[in-house]
């Protein structure tokens, strides 16, 4: 990346930025803060992990999704709190390594916004590696016990115990040393930024917003088209924007989807029908040792026209 940027011409200064207005930007740097202007300015600083107050984080026992990259040893037991996209990602990853998992939701769906055959499929995977899920169940607090075990207190009244505690609720904007008032902008009480998806434009029109800071999805292909969207715009350059992009969850086995879902399109009544082809069916499949995996196509009953393609499997990604 670095020598793409070099190759470009671009000026790279590395430091925290903070807004000093609407065109002007600080950038405090070891050998000496800068100012810097611009006609128009791009914000695309990502997220950090949200750590509630409540949850004492150590960086041994007690983890957020980026603590835990830090983790000296593989532990025998380990609680995931949050049943998101990274808390899955993480508690899936574990488990396949021999830890014992149990993952704790409030909510009663996981994964909602995929395909619930994919997700069931998913599911039945990690329950054949032991994992436990606990949903509908809130975190009320931890606890920690001499045998160097964590406790997590429900507010059901259960309690488990593990050696290690990953929680993962969610991200919220990294955006505290900005100073965005300053530029007349007011994230949100997640520290996100507002923008419109047609351009990314956020409330002032010359301050753009792309990536993670903007909200759901936070994929990198979606924010990679985001940030397309906002430099074409910025520098009136004619941009043809895809409709539909995909989405990965490197889960294991993972899963990609592009398109509407089968509950979407009941929702809007649209009369589709479902084509679904087995990995166990193909000799990669075999070759690949998935016999789980599968591709599912769903189109328009009359027209024929693809409305959705969801995949679980081995590669599904970069399918």
């Known amino acids: 990346v670095q020598d793409q940027l070099e190759r470009n011409g671009i000026d790279v200064f590395a430091g925290d930025a903070t807004f000093n207005g609407p065109h002007e930007i600080e950038v405090q740097r070891p050998e000496g803060n800068i100012q810097l202007t611009a006609d128009n300015i791009l914000i695309a600083c990502g997220t950090k992990p949200s750590r509630p107050n409540h949850i004492p984080f150590d960086g041994e026992r007690v983890f957020d999704s980026d603590d835990i ?3 000296l040893r593989i532990p025998r037991s380990m609680i995931v709190v ?10 899936i990853m574990f488990a396949t390594l021999g830890v014992q998992v149990t993952v704790v939701d409030g909510r009663d769906r996981l994964l909602d916004f995929c395909d619930r055959e994919i997700v069931d499929a998913l599911l ?8 436990v899920f606990r949903l509908g169940e809130e975190v009320i607090g931890t606890d920690r016990l001499k045998e160097r075990l964590e406790v997590v207190h429900l507010e059901s009244g259960k309690r488990l115990i593990a050696e290690t505690v990953l929680f993962s609720v969610g991200r919220v904007g990294d955006t505290d040393g900005l100073n965005l008032q300053s530029a007349g902008l007011e994230p949100d009480e997640r520290g996100r930024l507002w923008c419109n998806s047609e351009t990314h434009q956020t409330w002032v029109p010359h301050i753009y917003g792309a990536g993670d800071i903007v909200g759901f999805p936070a994929l990198a ?3 990679m088209e985001q940030g397309r969207r906002a430099v074409c715009h910025a520098f009136d350059e004619t941009f043809i924007g895809c409709e539909q992009l995909p989405y990965g969850l490197f889960t294991i086995p993972e899963i990609s989807m592009v398109g509407k879902n089968e509950q979407e399109l009941t929702a809007d009544h649209v009369p589709y029908e479902v084509g679904i082809a087995h990995y166990q069916e193909i000799a990669r499949g075999h070759i690949a040792g998935d016999a789980t995996g599968m591709l599912k196509l769903l189109f328009h009953r009359q027209t024929r026209k693809l409305l959705g393609v969801h995949c679980i499997g081995e590669g599904a990604t970069e399918i």
Not at 82 to 91: D, H, L
Not at 124 to 131: D, E, K, N, V
């Open 221 to 223: 292909s979606v924010s």
């Open 82 to 91: 949050g049943g998101g996209v990274v808390g899955i990602e993480y508690a």
């Open 124 to 131: 039945y995977h990690a329950r054949s590696l032991g994992m």
């Open 69 to 71: 990259l830090s983790l």
